[in-house]
């Protein structure tokens, strides 16, 4: 298990901060109406957010040659 979390472990640092920036987003901006897909619900806006952060930060991970 450990060599898993060391080999991704920028895959979860970004999922994890995506997901709280997620939550954060539909807790202070979110949708009042309910009409938003993404931010009317806070699992899907801290779902949608952890699959942005994990996304954007395995961009950096390097790969071995």
């Known amino acids: 298990m450990k ?3 060391f080999q991704n472990k920028l895959l979860i640092i970004g999922i994890v ?3 709280v920036a997620g939550f954060l987003y ?3 901006v979110g949708c009042n109406t309910g009409t ?3 931010t009317s619900k806070w699992p899907n806006s801290t779902a949608y957010g952890a699959v942005m952060g994990g ?3 395995s ?3 390097k790969e071995k040659k």
Do not use: D, E, S, T
């Open 26 to 28: 539909w807790k202070l």
């Open 59 to 61: 961009i950096f991970k």
């Open 36 to 38: 938003c897909m993404i």
């Open 17 to 19: 901060l995506g997901a």
């Open 55 to 57: 996304l954007f930060l």
């Open 3 to 5: 060599p898993f979390l």
